[in-house]
């Protein structure tokens, strides 16, 4: 079946310090990779997203980097700040019964303290 | 652009009532879901609809869980009867594509 797994599930970084979470996936067709931000009682949001036929992607701050052989992809965020401070979900696509869909992991806690 | 939307926001009942959740996609977005994420934990697909179609079923509980999407914009997820596991956060999504956009969800509480 479907597995995905985060590491670590929970993070504690200084302001201005960087942060890595890396994201295992099963299924080697899996071609769709985004990570999403959820701050306590809002919605997840979509921070950034690589395709399979690209190796790295970066956003400012923030940038994925995507090993397919190895089946795993990481979010980093350099220049942390404190409103970086939130639950960060990977969700490959992956295909689980009988269809393509996002497989969220189990979320990765960063606390950013000033 | 206006987000995906939902109402209502919270919800408390009592085990054995049913509720309702309404959700209207981002415009043009022809492909909406409905998600469930428990506390702690990260949302998981229980239906998604291509336009009025519902695709992908496989993990709404069907003895107890519903779902619409007259006309291929709104939808809404019903349960009846509600139970005391079904308390989490129903959140509904909407995508052109590939990439989804969330709503704010659903908080329900069952007592």
């Known amino acids: 079946g479907e597995n995905v797994e985060q590491h670590p599930s929970t993070l504690s970084v200084q302001e201005g310090d960087s942060a890595v979470i890396k994201c295992t996936y099963s299924?080697?067709?899996?071609?769709?990779f985004p990570w999403y931000k959820q701050e306590l009682g809002k919605r997840p949001q979509l921070i950034i997203d690589?395709?399979?036929?690209?190796g790295e992607k970066k956003d400012q701050r923030i940038a994925v980097t995507l090993n397919k052989t190895a089946k795993h992809f990481s979010l980093h965020i350099t220049e942390t700040q404190p409103e970086d401070s939130a639950v960060y979900f990977c969700?490959?696509?992956?295909?689980?019964?009988?269809?393509?869909?996002?497989?969220f992991g189990a979320g990765t806690r960063l606390a950013v303290h000033p | 652009e206006a987000g995906v939307v939902q109402s209502p926001r919270y919800k408390i009942i009592e085990k054995k009532q049913p509720v309702a959740f309404w959700c209207n996609p981002i415009?043009?977005?022809?492909?909406l879901y409905w998600y469930r994420q428990n506390l702690g934990q990260g949302p998981e697909l229980l239906i998604r609809?291509?336009?009025?179609?519902?695709?992908?079923d496989s993990q709404l509980p069907k003895d107890r869980f519903s779902a619409e999407r007259l006309k291929g914009v709104d939808s809404t997820l019903k349960i009846q009867p509600a139970e005391l596991g079904d308390s989490a956060v129903y959140l509904c999504?909407?995508?052109?594509?590939?990439?989804?956009?969330f709503g704010p969800g659903t908080r329900l509480l069952v007592l």
């Open positions: 999504a909407s995508s052109l594509i590939e990439t989804q956009y």
């Open positions: 415009s043009g977005h022809n492909t």
């Open positions: 969700a490959p696509n992956m295909f689980s019964g009988g269809y393509n869909k996002l497989i």
């Open positions: 690589i395709r399979s036929n690209v």
């Open positions: 609809y291509e336009n009025e179609e519902a695709v992908d």
């Open positions: 299924d080697s067709a899996s071609n769709y």
